[in-house]
């Protein structure tokens, strides 16, 4: 099946940081990538959704400023949480969809991140 | 706007059936899944509906009924590995995932 990866899968970081998380799609070609956070005991909520080679859509309420979004390739995105604060400290999901299956979203493991 | 509703948490008994409900009122309608979260990790895929009727996969079975905007997910013989969270998402005329809250199933011996 469809494999999608995540990288870290934790880290801590001290407040004013910047983090870096990857998402990788290993064994199919994703035009499109989702980005997720998600507080405990609640559902997921989409940040933005990002297409290969274009720029990402951000769901309301989001600062693409703060939450940088890169789609370079077919099987790579980059969410960069920049200036970190405590309060962005969650669990960040990626999921990546192949250009022919529309109906279906493969999702990473996630990213738990801890601002101190 | 796009509203999904379902169960805030369930209990059941090991061995047992379990039934989690969920309707929906989306922009267009591509299709619903039901996903399995355990705490800490991601969601995995359960199931997908499209059409109206009942899926079964083993001991999880999914059913549709677009004209009344509902599905449930039915687990039967109930296991403890079965306690984890149960998200009911539908994916809209964007072909955008709509997601509930989620169902956390607590399974008791």
């Known amino acids: 099946g469809a494999v999608v990866s995540q990288h870290p899968s934790r880290v801590i970081c001290k407040s004013g940081t910047s983090v870096k998380i990857e998402c990788r799609s290993l064994?199919?070609?994703?035009?499109?990538m989702f980005w997720y956070r998600q507080f405990p005991k609640k559902s997921l909520m989409l940040m933005a959704t990002?297409?290969?080679?274009?720029?990402?859509?951000?769901e309301q309420g989001v600062e693409k400023d703060k939450f940088l979004i890169n789609h370079a390739s077919l099987t790579l995105s980059t969410l960069t949480v920049t200036s970190a604060h405590p309060e962005d400290s969650s669990f960040y999901i990626c999921?990546?969809?192949?250009?022919?299956?529309?109906?279906?979203?493969?999702f990473g493991p996630g990213t738990r991140l801890l601002v101190l | 706007g796009q509203n999904i509703d379902q169960p805030t948490e369930m209990t059941a008994t090991e061995g047992a059936i379990v039934q989690i409900n969920c309707t929906y009122q989306?922009?267009?309608?591509?299709?619903l899944f039901w996903y399995q979260q355990h705490a800490g990790e991601a969601p995995t895929f359960l199931s997908y509906?499209?059409l109206d009727g009942l899926e079964e996969k083993g001991r999880f079975s999914s059913f549709l009924s677009r004209s009344k905007g509902y599905s449930y997910l039915l687990l039967k013989e109930l296991q403890m590995k079965d306690s984890a969270s149960y998200l009911c998402?539908?994916?809209?005329?964007?072909?955008?995932?709509?997601w509930g809250a989620g169902t956390k199933l607590i399974i008791k011996p």
């Open positions: 999921s990546a969809r192949a250009g022919d299956r529309q109906e279906t979203q493969y």
């Open positions: 064994d199919f070609q994703a035009t499109t």
């Open positions: 990002s297409n290969e080679g274009s720029k990402a859509t951000y």
């Open positions: 989306t922009s267009g309608f591509n299709g």
């Open positions: 509906n499209v």
């Open positions: 998402a539908v994916l809209d005329s964007n072909y955008q995932l709509i």
